[in-house]
T-cell receptor
Framework: DGGITQSPKYLFRKEGQNVTLSCEQN?????MYWYRQDPGQGLRLIYY???????QKGDIAEGYSVSREKKESFPLTVTSAQKNPTAFYLC?????????????FGEGSRLTVL | AQSVTQLGSHVSVSEGALVLLRCNYS??????LFWYVQYPNQGLQLLLK??????LVKGINGFEAEFKKSETSFHLTKPSAHMSDAAEYFC???????????FGQGTRLTINP
């Protein structure tokens, strides 16, 4: 079945460590997104990519980095510069570059910094 | 620029009662509007979308929403709540040609037996 796979589902990290969250899609979608979700704050956009080898900062990109070397993959690295990394991270994709359609979401990765 | 305000972070209704979740938007261009649902520890799933066709939009699981330009609203309704409707609901907006959605803060729906 087509969809978005995020891994790991749960991740624990010590302060000062970088961590990379995986996002893979087999929907042949052009665009991919990373959102951060905190209680009571909805979803905030971290980075998005509309085409391979290109990506743009979202509203809260500081302390995060991404790459888009393949159409189906869009990994997110949470660096030690991110001051409050504990959150639920959601990866999504859309068929076209323009958001006139539906976003498809993965099941999320919950990061806890100890 | 686009923005979304969801009125009420938490709504509680009895099973069988009407569900009404409120969403108001701001957009400088004709908007596309969406409602998504999120069950615990899962990603979001599209319930319905408005893309400038009919103003009354029907979605999955018996939900519908009406686009009211004069009130800049896109409220979500369901005539009769079911226990399985308990979840968090997000309203989102995108301007035509926009490259990203803007989400509201979410409304948690609780269904009382």
């Amino acid at each position: 079945d087509g969809g978005i796979t995020q891994s790991p589902k749960y991740l624990f990290r010590k302060e000062g460590q970088n961590v990379t969250l995986s996002c893979e899609q087999n929907l042949n979608h052009d665009a991919m997104y990373w959102y951060r979700q905190d209680p009571g704050q909805g979803l905030r956009l971290i980075y998005y990519s509309q085409i391979v080898n290109d990506f743009q900062k979202g509203d809260i990109a500081e302390g995060y980095s991404v790459s888009r070397e393949k159409k189906e993959s869009f990994p997110l690295t949470v660096t030690s510069a991110q001051k409050n990394p504990t959150a639920f991270y959601l990866c999504a994709s859309s068929k076209t570059r323009q958001n006139t359609g539906e976003l498809f979401f993965g099941e999320g990765s919950r990061l806890t910094v100890l | 620029a686009q923005s979304v305000t969801q009125l009420g972070s938490h709504v509680s209704v009895s099973e069988g009662a009407l569900v009404l979740l409120r969403c108001n938007y701001s957009s400088s261009v004709p908007p596309y509007l969406f409602w998504y649902v999120q069950y615990p520890n899962q990603g979001l799933q599209l319930l319905l979308k408005y893309t400038s066709a009919a103003t009354l939009v029907k979605g999955i699981n018996g939900f519908e929403a009406e686009f009211k330009k004069s009130e800049t609203s896109f409220h979500l309704t369901k005539p009769s709540a079911h226990m399985s409707d308990a979840a968090e609901y997000f309203c989102a907006v995108a301007g035509q040609g926009a490259q990203k959605l803007v989400f509201g803060q979410g409304t948690r729906l609780t269904i009382n037996p």
